[in-house]
């Protein structure tokens, strides 16, 4: 098969073509951008501009509710997290959004269309990424990429979007001989095929090593960067999701708890560090709780855990108090308040039970 | 270039993966192409050089087991009228010849068994000849072991249509169910693929492969056995493409629900055991009762096993299989219209 001639630095889409094959990648980008927001002017109602839409969403599984009462809205052009432990209903979720489960009841709207009535187009402009996919063992990284090409009306060249997700070196190798970060890159890649408009994915990350992780977070923000399209994704990490995205909806027991930007919903606590420590049994912890900028003082698994809002004034006094007291210190941990924390201050729980 | 002339058709790729699947399995490969070989060798062995029928037959005086000794089908044994009738009782013997009162003869045998009424005619021919009997007509017989009559020539297609409907429901029920499981079937479902499109794929990527099994199995026949292809070689690959097809639609239909390897394998046997027993496979069906043989002869693998005869053995047509062909053919459109009916998507 003839292979068309791969464009500068990745993508050349179907509105890039329409303007000349080899528009040069800022010229793309730029393109990119206002095309999309033409887009969203021509396609979506006026009364719309939410990339998706979720209203009133109610999901039951036997007699477990998955999903109860779920308000969402996605604004186009950003990244959004559904972050949540295990359980919390976010596959349920996304796999609505993505016209694959059928809700019981409620809303959904997605690039101002529904899936009962336009499956068909908002398939052509949707790239989804499933929890669990094994693709097929047998075939090559560009055999399966072209198999999924060949489903989507525009994007770009096979070997672009290989060159993409870094897997030009394995494009002749068997999809069971590939790594699990390998695996998650061409899960990813086949999401892309299609130049979609709104990218859907579901715990891309989960089961990855840490280096395997912060690879596709890499590429995932590169997608971001050029392309400008929504992003709707899915957690348990609270590192992708502060990494990540934009704005982060956090989700217990099928409902959203909490919905803001990453620094919003951290600052929403009114907590900006921890410090966590460990010492001997006579340690007075009442005395803790006098020192200027030490709030909260809690003992969790043997070690002291304290709220501080200046950690250079805090540390010292806490220092200074240990010595006053003669209890000797065993360990000493300090970090900035994250979205774990968050979820840890709204539900009492973790967002990983490891 | 524009985007269109380049763009891979969904149907050909989807096509291409079974293939590669498939080919890509070397113990698939194995099953599907030597199992027919070495089935029809092993029958082939057991039926090809046996020397004509003989019976066992006792008889319990010597002057009867002399009488029966004249007739060269008869392999005549003397008991004793006890030894006799154990022999008899266990099936050493087809049948036991006696002296009945006043110089008569009788034969004790079970009426039911071929071999036993067979044995019965020749005892009884033997004694009356012995006896001084002349046959008004005089006799010849010319025994007729040419290809195309023999249990192997019979055999062969009855293997060719078994291999077909074997690997087309087994392959395709597996692949099916085993996407499912993975999620890949729900990751294709959530692209923009048209779902008929996954489905016919099944069907063609047969039709890679049926060649090359048909010629095997073909191949096979005609070099060791001499088994031979009378009719049109089109007509028989036409035969064979609908066939093969039609088990396909089935073997769709088969795993449109079933989430396991375990569920979809009990609904094939519950289809196939009855056709490997029904359709003439390793005997002629025509020995089931009147009654049934309508039934017998709706069912898919009686149709294509009787199409392959005809074209085969006979020479026949198309137009002469035609009823055959109007069978597989509306197999073909239920099962594919109701495995897209009835398909779990995910």
């Known amino acids: 098969m003839a292979q068309r001639e791969i464009g500068p630095a990745g993508w050349s889409n179907q509105q890039g073509q329409a303007q000349g094959e080899n528009a040069s990648a800022t010229h793309d980008q730029s393109l990119a951008q206002r095309e999309f927001r033409r887009a969203i002017l021509e396609h979506m109602p006026a009364s719309t501009t939410a990339a998706l839409r979720v209203r009133g969403l109610r999901k039951s599984y036997k007699d477990v509710v998955a999903i109860d009462g779920l308000e969402l809205e996605v604004r186009p052009g950003e990244c959004f997290g559904l972050l949540g432990p295990n359980g919390a209903g976010k596959t349920t979720t996304i796999e609505i959004c993505e016209g694959l489960t059928r809700a019981d009841s409620g809303e959904v709207e997605v690039l101002g269309m529904h899936w009962d009535s336009h499956a068909g187009p908002l398939r052509q402009r949707l790239g989804i990424q499933l929890q669990e996919t094994q693709l097929s063992d047998k075939l090559t990284v560009f055999e399966t990429l072209r198999l999924f090409r060949s489903f989507y009306r525009q994007g770009p060249e096979v070997s672009e979007v290989i060159a993409l997700v870094q897997l030009e070196e394995k494009a002749k190798s068997r999809v069971g001989s590939l790594s699990g970060g390998q695996k998650q890159r061409l899960a990813l890649a086949c999401a892309l095929v299609g130049d979609p408009e709104f990218l859907f994915l579901d715990e891309p990350t989960t089961g990855l090593d840490p280096q395997a992780r912060r690879q596709l977070w890499d590429l995932i923000e590169q997608f971001k960067r050029t392309r400008r399209r929504t992003i709707l994704l899915t957690t348990h990490y609270m590192e992708e999701a502060e990494r990540l995205c934009d704005r982060v909806a956090i989700m217990d027991h099928g409902k959203v708890i909490a919905l803001g930007t990453p620094r919003e919903l951290i600052a929403s606590i009114g907590i900006e560090h921890l410090v966590e420590f460990s010492a001997g049994e006579a340690l007075d912890a009442s005395a803790l709780a006098r020192i200027e900028g030490i709030r909260d003082v809690r003992i969790e698994n043997g070690n002291i855990l304290m709220q501080v809002t200046a950690l250079h004034r805090a540390v010292p006094a806490l220092l200074d108090e240990l010595g006053r007291q003669g209890v000797p210190l065993t360990e000493l941990r300090t970090h900035s308040a994250s979205l774990e924390d968050v979820f840890v201050a709204l539900t009492g729980r973790h967002l990983r039970d490891d | ?346």
């Open chain 2, 1 to 346: 270039m524009t985007e269109a002339s380049h763009r891979d058709h969904p149907l050909v790729q989807l096509t291409l993966m079974r293939f590669r699947e498939f080919w890509r399995e070397p113990e698939a490969l194995f099953w599907t192409f030597a199992f027919p070989i070495i089935l029809a060798v092993a029958l082939g062995i057991a039926f090809r050089n046996r020397p004509a029928e003989v019976l066992k037959v006792a008889a319990v005086t010597p002057e009867l087991a002399q009488a029966l000794r004249q007739e060269k089908q008869l392999d005549v044994q003397q008991f004793s009228a006890a030894a006799g009738a154990e022999a008899l009782r266990t099936g050493k013997v087809a049948l036991l010849a006696e002296p009945g009162p006043g110089g008569t003869a009788v034969y004790r045998y079970d009426d039911t068994n071929p071999e036993g009424r067979a044995a019965r005619m020749l005892a009884d021919a033997a004694v009356q000849r012995a006896a001084g009997r002349v046959d008004p007509v005089p006799a010849r017989d010319q025994i007729l072991r040419e290809p195309g009559s023999r249990y192997i020539d019979f055999l062969i297609p009855g293997l060719l249509g078994l291999g077909m409907m074997s690997n087309a429901v087994w392959l395709t029920s597996f692949a099916i169910v085993d996407a499912r499981r993975k999620n890949l079937m729900k990751r294709l479902v959530a692209t923009p693929m048209p779902r008929q499109y996954y489905l016919l794929s099944f069907l063609l990527s047969r039709l890679f492969l049926l060649f090359v099994e048909v010629g095997v199995t073909l191949g096979f026949g005609a070099l060791v056995f001499g088994v031979p292809v009378r009719g049109s070689l089109l007509d028989l690959a036409a035969l064979c493409v609908l066939a093969s097809f039609s088990f396909c639609a089935l073997g769709l239909l088969l795993a449109s629900r079933a989430r396991t390897i375990e569920g979809v394998s009990g609904l094939m046997n519950l289809t196939q055991v009855p056709m490997w027993i029904f359709s003439g496979v390793f005997f002629s069906a025509q020995r089931f009762p009147d009654a049934v043989q309508p039934l017998i002869k709706a069912l898919p693998l009686t149709a294509v096993i009787d199409a392959l005869r005809t074209n085969m053995l006979q020479g026949g047509s198309l137009a002469q299989v035609a009823p055959q062909v109007g069978v597989l053919g509306a197999w073909l459109i239920v099962c594919f219209g109701l495995a897209l009916k009835l398909f779990r998507w995910r």
